[in-house]
């Protein structure tokens, strides 16, 4: 599957994130070292923002490529 990230919102890429691995939000908080699920559901909504470095955390754990194409 493949994703054009600059159509979507940034909570919207991070919930795709999330779905691709097949985590919910609860085991994904549990393996970023957040406290509980509501951290990733605020990001997914849109109220808190994730670092690059998360993203990229969870990409590469999961086997996601991330690549960034110039016009």
Request: overall charge positive; aromatic content about 12%; glycine content about 2%.
């Amino acid at each position: 599957m493949k994703i054009i990230a600059n159509e979507y919102e940034p909570k919207e890429v991070f919930k795709i994130l999330r779905e691709w691995t097949e985590l919910t939000q609860e085991e994904l908080a549990q393996e970023l070292g957040y406290k509980n699920y509501h951290s990733i559901k605020q990001i997914e909504r849109g109220i808190n923002n994730f670092t690059f470095q998360k993203f990229m955390q969870i990409a590469n754990k999961h086997n996601l490529m991330v690549i960034i194409e110039k016009k």
